[in-house]
């Protein structure tokens, strides 16, 4: 085999070529465990909240060179915007495997592992054609990565200057309440602006939570798409070697790393499922919700009955992310709060508007305390929900007394946000 030689941890008693193919698969096998690793943690790095972008590339060049074939050997250097970060033994040979990354605001970034020494030629000078495949969807996820903090940025920076006209203007309004107290007229219309800013509050507060969703969109889909296949990927050429019969000596073994890959799978999914359910976007808000009421039966152990009326059209993206959120957050309220053991979820379309209700045979509560007035008893879940239903043209209805459960009703227009309420 070309590359580094194999050291055997027993004596192979089978033919010779029966114990070098043999070698080869186990060897190729810890070769795609080694990119898998260094998948795993780039995306650990990249997610890591608070770091600067410095520290992040500064990790990230020191774990990769072991996901190289001769990580002895094998030194990373990232660029990007005027930070470099280089392992310390870094320098430009002959043999350098490179990638490119763009970003949003139209700036470029390089990633480069190189070896220090000559080896011999494998698929792309002393390089594997999965290393090559790594080395782009390691530029791949730093373009994510950097897009992402520069609408994080952004978004900070809007956040910053409302705060700061929102100091302003509050402190202009107390000067102007001051000052003209006889003024009923002025009054007036100081009341009007505030009233004008609560809505641009409540108007932006809408729109990071959906920028929020399309992040958490991204992410899982990132995950699914990268760490995801390649646990899969990983997984059936694994299957492949529990089925030879050369290894039955490493049965125990080859279980335990089974059961490992089995767990890493399953944690990705349900990572994937927790950040935004795939299901929802490829499916339709039907399917997402019979998804999510499996999901409330096997967390809470709650009858959760899912039917639809209607033709059943698909909708955007807006609409999906919003009714879908709605509704979880008012199961998770009746299996938290409401002691039910049935709960019943209708879907239903007509022309113009989409309606879910949700029934449950709980122990009720008071209606009319659902109110920013008294959302200190009412709790956030419902007022929330209130407010990105508003945002949406829709609304929500509740119909509850105490002791005799609850239902609340969804209700959002079918066309394009803002063309009046139902």
């Known amino acids: 085999m070309k590359g580094r030689s194999l050291k055997n941890n027993y004596l192979c008693k089978r033919p010779p070529r029966q114990c070098i193919n043999q070698q080869r698969l186990l060897w190729q096998l810890r070769e795609r465990v080694k990119e898998l690793n260094a998948l795993h943690r780039t995306a650990s ?4 909240p608070h770091t600067t972008p410095r520290k992040a590339l500064s990790n990230l060049v020191a774990n990769i060179p072991a996901a190289w074939q001769y990580p002895e050997i094998a030194a990373a250097r990232i660029k990007y915007d005027g930070i470099t970060a280089a392992s310390r033994n870094f320098k430009r040979t002959r043999w350098v495997l490179a990638a490119e990354f763009r970003t949003t605001p139209g700036k470029r970034g390089t990633i480069e592992v190189a070896y220090l020494e000559k080896r ?19 530029a791949e996820m730093l373009e994510s990565y950097f897009t992402r903090k520069f609408t994080e940025d952004q978004l900070l920076n809007s956040k910053r200057e409302l705060q700061q006209r929102v100091v302003e203007r ?14 009923v007229a002025e009054r007036r219309r100081s009341e009007r602006d505030i009233r004008q800013y609560q809505k641009q509050l409540t108007s932006l507060a809408s729109e990071l939570s959906l920028a929020e969703e399309r992040e958490r969109r991204a992410i899982a889909s990132n995950l699914h798409d990268h760490i995801g296949q390649a646990l899969a990927v990983v997984k059936m050429k694994f299957l492949q070697l529990h089925c030879n019969s050369v290894l039955c000596k490493f049965k125990d073994t080859i279980e335990d790393i089974r059961v490992h890959l089995d767990e890493a799978i399953e944690t990705t999914r349900s990572l994937t499922f927790e950040l935004s359910p795939p299901v929802l976007y490829e499916l339709g808000l039907v399917p ?9 039966q096997q967390k809470y152990r709650i009858a959760v009955e899912v ?27 009746a299996a938290k709060h409401a002691r039910v053991s049935q709960v019943w979820v209708r879907t239903a379309w007509d022309n113009h508007y989409i309606k879910i209700e949700i029934r449950d045979n709980g122990v009720g509560f008071d209606a009319s305390q659902v109110s920013p007035i008294n959302i200190k008893r009412s709790g956030f879940g419902l007022f929330s929900v209130k407010e990105r239903m508003g945002y949406i043209g829709g609304r929500l209805e509740i119909d509850s007394m105490p002791g005799r459960g609850a239902r609340a009703t969804l209700v959002a227009p079918l066309g394009a946000r803002g063309r009046g309420r139902p």
């Open 170 to 183: 509050t402190g202009e309004l107390v000067r102007v309440n001051r000052a003209l107290q006889k003024e």
């Open 120 to 138: 011999a030629a494998m698929h792309e000078g002393p390089f594997l054609a999965e290393e090559r495949a790594l080395i782009n969807s390691l």
């Open 45 to 48: 790095i990249l997610q890591k």
């Open 288 to 296: 997402a919700l019979q998804w999510l009421a499996e999901e409330f």
């Open 307 to 333: 039917t639809t009326e209607g033709d059943g059209r698909p909708l955007r993206d807006e609409l999906k992310a919003t009714l879908f959120k709605a509704a979880r957050e008012l199961l998770f309220n």
